[in-house]
């Protein structure tokens, strides 16, 4: 992995931070995209390069414009000259109830969390193909088993499910296509109440929360030790998609 480049979306902080620390300690170059997280991502990206000069960069690009997304691409890989890896990790999430659905809630959920993997995706193809890269979409438990409340982030995440195994069956045999489906990792931003934190805890294999480096250690797996894998999407959720 060393001086190989992989370009991150949503990087800026919570487990796109992660991600970004792990495949960085690995030796690879990265480009941390953000959309609003500007201090977050500046700030990330001074801490990789006090450890290693000229080893990351920021870029800002607002996913739901495809223009915005072609240039993206462009712009990280011709910083060091080629791209190794992606990482859909960017998502929108919030609560959907059925009756109070709009054409805004899905157009924002569905194109954050499947439009922007597909073109992104797409746009990272060429480079990918040229360094026998992967690419790695970061799923949910939930794309297999519902959440209440969460009709639309749901079957966002189901179709980047299918996505995942539809690129590979496409990108192969140059391209590897995979993802990683988090459980109990972190709490939302909003508020989560403590007895609801508590059930789902309860109701994992493991009775415990997992942390933003078991992500970030998959999705590192994935990239460096995974050359036989494609197509899969690996649960890391402590056991919870055995009790939803």
Known sequence: MQNQTVLISGAAKRIGAEISRQLHASGMNIVIHYRASADEANALCNELNALRADSAITLQADLLKLADIDSLVKRAADYWGGLDALV?????FY????????????DDLMGSNLKAPLFLSQA????????????????DIHAYRPMKLHPVYCSAKAGLAMLTQSLARELGPEVRVNGVAPGAILWPESELDAETQTFILERTALKRQGEPHDIAAAVRFLISEANYITGQVIPVCGGRSLNI
Not at 130 to 139: A, C, E, H, T
Request: hydrophobic residues 35%; charged residues 10%; neutral net charge.
């Open 88 to 92: 859909n990790n960017a998502s929108t």
């Open 95 to 106: 609560p959907t109830p059925v009756g109070e659905i709009t054409e805004a809630h899905w």
């Open 124 to 139: 990272a193809t060429p480079y990918l193909r040229k360094s026998q890269g992967s690419i790695v979409n970061i799923v």
